[in-house]
């Protein structure tokens, strides 16, 4: 019987799982899905084959659950830092802040990775489906800011953020992507200075 390292089965179960999972995510990242195996995340977590089908059955068993992790701990991350923002700008703010912190941590790479891993059918609805409410708290925000076509706004806005997430992946220093970001977010959900729409119309319609 395998050595128990924690104080009851069940932590010992808990604490293997975890570290498979861990491991699966690394895999994942520096080789690819096609490499998340029962017999590589095993080894790479220092675990029989045989005891990583006591948690996974199958490759794809172990590919759902890191779709599901690589979303999980982020919006949990991202979920507490807009909980303690005091208003729309300051919960899309502090959206933009904690996606930025979590993307120099390397935190975003296996949702990146999962995205262009040719997943089967039903972990890339998933994969959508977590997207999608990661995104919504953020987009809710724009929503209550009352920006003019705030479907479209987010859109544009997350752009600025995945080119800001992409300017750190490559090593641009976190604090001057953030507060170069965050001063160009906040000029996009001003309101409009008086008479600036009208002003706006009058020159398109002499150009």
């Known amino acids: 019987m395998p050595k128990i390292n924690a104080s009851t089965v069940a932590e010992h179960r808990a604490h293997q799982r975890e570290a498979l999972v861990g491991a699966a995510i690394d895999i994942l990242v520096s080789e690819g899905a096609a490499a998340v195996t029962p017999a590589a995340v095993g080894a790479r977590a220092g675990l029989a084959r045989s005891s990583v089908y006591q948690y996974f059955d199958s490759s794809a068993a172990l590919l759902a659950t890191v779709t599901?992790?690589?979303?999980?701990?982020?919006n949990e991350a991202l979920?507490?830092?807009?909980?303690?923002?005091?208003?729309?700008?300051?919960?899309?703010?502090?959206?933009?802040?904690?996606?930025?912190?979590?993307?120099?941590?390397?935190?975003?790479?296996?949702?990146?990775?999962?995205?262009?891993?040719?997943?089967?059918?039903?972990?890339?609805?998933?994969l959508m489906e977590l997207?999608?409410?990661?995104?919504?708290?953020?987009?809710?925000?724009?929503?209550?800011?009352?920006?003019?076509?705030?479907?479209?706004t987010a859109d544009l806005i997350a752009g600025m953020l995945h080119t800001a997430l992409?300017?750190?992946?490559?090593?641009?220093?976190?604090?001057?992507?953030?507060?170069?970001?965050?001063?160009?977010?906040?000029?996009?959900?001003?309101p409009a200075p008086a008479g600036g729409a009208e002003r706006g119309r009058r020159e398109n319609d002499r150009a």
Not at 68 to 74: K, P, V
Not at 95 to 120: K, Q, V
């Open 79 to 126: 979920a507490g830092a807009m909980a303690a923002a005091s208003g729309p700008v300051e919960r899309v703010e502090a959206f933009f802040r904690e996606s930025l912190r979590l993307g120099a941590e390397g935190a975003h790479r296996p949702a990146a990775a999962l995205m262009g891993a040719g997943l089967p059918p039903a972990c890339q609805e998933r």
């Open 131 to 152: 997207h999608l409410e990661q995104v919504e708290p953020f987009r809710a925000a724009v929503r209550e800011i009352g920006a003019p076509d705030p479907e479209l």
């Open 166 to 190: 992409a300017a750190v992946e490559r090593g641009a220093p976190l604090d001057a992507v953030t507060d170069r970001t965050l001063a160009l977010v906040r000029r996009c959900l001003s």
């Open 68 to 74: 599901e992790e690589a979303f999980r701990r982020s």
